[in-house]
C-alpha cells in the first residue's frame, strides 16, 4: 500500500482518482486543490507518491512539481494531462516527473504507471 497525494483542482477528477487508488489497496493521504496547496502541504504528509495535474488555475502543476522536487529531490511525482497536451507531458517530465498518465483516467493504465514508479524507486509493499 503506498501513501499518495492527489493534486487536481477538479473535484470529480480528484474522486475519480481516490476511488481508484483505494479500490487497489492504496491510502489517500492528501489532496490539493492547487500548486501552492500541494507545495504547502507535501512536507505535512511526504506521501510516496504524488498524482499532479499539469494544468490547474494558480501555480500551474510544472511549477509545483518543481517545488515539490525543490524540497524533496526523491520525490515521486506522476503528471496528469489531457491527452493533446504532450508538449506539457514532455516539459513535465523534463522538470522531473517520473511518468505520466492522460485524462480520461483509464484504471489499468493509471495502477500499472503507478506501479513502475514505485517499483523504479525503491518502494517495497511492506512500507
Avoid: W
Avoid at 499518495?4 to 489517500?28: C, W
Avoid at 502543476?61 to 522536487?69: C, N, P, Q, W
Avoid at 483509464?106 to 506501479?115: A, C, F, N, R, Y
Amino acid at each position: 500500500m503506498a501513501r499518495i497525494m492527489i493534486v487536481d483542482d477538479s473535484m470529480m477528477m480528484r474522486n475519480t482518482l481516490r476511488r481508484i487508488l483505494e479500490k487497489a489497496g492504496h491510502a489517500v493521504v492528501e489532496e490539493a486543490v492547487n500548486g501552492q496547496q500541494a507545495i504547502d502541504n507535501y512536507p505535512k504528509c511526504l506521501p510516496d507518491l504524488v498524482t499532479m495535474d499539469i494544468t490547474m488555475p494558480g501555480l500551474s502543476g510544472i511549477d509545483a512539481l518543481k517545488g515539490i522536487l525543490e524540497y524533496d529531490p526523491q520525490a515521486n511525482i506522476i503528471a496528469v494531462s489531457a491527452l493533446g497536451q504532450k508538449h506539457i507531458v514532455f516539459e513535465a517530465l523534463q522538470n522531473g516527473a517520473k511518468n505520466y498518465v492522460l485524462k480520461p483516467i483509464h484504471e489499468d493504465k493509471l495502477l500499472s504507471v503507478l506501479e513502475m514508479v514505485l517499483e523504479q524507486n525503491g518502494f517495497a509493499e511492506s512500507h
